[in-house]
């Protein structure tokens, strides 16, 4: 299973902004990841489409969270990045060449099928349970309890 970078910048974005009490603006968090702003507004606008994020307009602008951060899955943000399709596509090999077995013989998947959409059901599913406050309680059982409302206090204060 290869994931995009994106997939990466846009959870990072989602556990940092569980952290902010006001909008955070695009830039902001491009610095705060020392990514290029260009880069993580793509990201940031999936988020929004999907509608996992949420931006304000104006001077104190930025993005937020649209849902309770244990109601948003590692999953929700896989697919708002990378799309909902699964990571095999079975173009039914067994059909072809000489020896290839007749379509109507192919009345349900094949083995290879099978297995690959097994192991994509439970990749999902393991995505799925685990939820952007998740994330964030991790965060802070690895570095501290101070960890995520340092950061959030450094992307709400106005930049030097």
């Not at 988020?47 to 602008?61: E, F, N, P, Y």
């Not at 077995?101 to 999902?124: N, S």
Request: with cysteine; aromatic share 4%; charged share 15%.
């Amino acid at each position: 299973m290869k994931l995009s970078g994106g997939v990466e910048w846009a959870l990072h974005c989602c556990v940092v902004l569980t952290a902010a009490a006001d909008p955070v603006p695009a830039a902001r968090l491009a610095t705060l990841h020392d990514v290029s702003p260009s880069y993580l507004a793509k990201q940031l606008q999936a988020l929004s489409r999907a509608g996992l994020v949420h931006s304000v307009q104006g001077k104190t602008g930025g993005y937020v969270l649209t849902r309770e951060p244990a109601e948003i899955s590692v999953l929700d943000v896989v697919q708002a990045v990378d799309g909902a399709n699964p990571a095999f596509t079975c173009t039914e090999i067994r059909q072809r060449g000489p020896l290839g077995t007749p379509p109507e013989q192919c009345t349900g998947p094949c083995p290879i099928a099978r297995v690959m959409g097994a192991a994509d059901a439970a990749w999902r599913a393991s995505l799925a349970a685990v939820t952007i406050a998740d994330l964030a309680a991790t965060v802070t059982a690895d570095s501290g309890p101070g960890a995520l409302p340092t950061v959030g206090a450094w992307l709400t204060r106005t930049p030097d």
